[in-house]
Nanobody
């Protein structure tokens, strides 16, 4: 099963920014919706944002205005720009490809860790 690769996490102070990247293989990536999820300590994994192959975006209501999802199909890469980070944004961030019904179609990867200090 296909697995995407996340990168770009790190340690940042509250109010700072990070840009996460998600790389996937060829045409599979370009043809499908990509989604970002996160899992904070002690919490269930939650959906963050998704972007269709044509660039239409959706966000979790609580993150609108601070996070921006984008993709570069020529590079088979997706991004999550995170601004005005808060300590509660701390967690492991994952990217997957999604079916039109919103089900995952790629295996969960290792994720990339984001830690926001107060």
């Amino acid at each position: 099963q296909v697995q995407l690769m996340e990168s770009g996490g790190g340690l940042v102070q509250a109010g700072g920014s990070l840009r996460l990247s998600c790389a996937g293989p060829g045409f599979i990536f370009r043809l499908n919706t990509m989604g970002w999820y996160r899992q904070s300590p002690g919490k269930q994994r939650e959906w963050v944002a998704s972007i269709t192959r044509d660039g239409s975006t959706n966000y979790a209501d609580s993150l609108k205005g601070r996070f921006t999802i984008s993709r570069d199909n020529a590079k088979n890469t997706g991004y999550l720009q995170m601004n005005s980070l808060k300590p509660e944004d701390t967690g492991a961030y994952y990217c997957v490809l999604l079916t039109s019904a919103g089900a995952t179609m790629t295996r969960w990867g290792q994720g990339t860790q984001v830690t926001v200090s107060a």
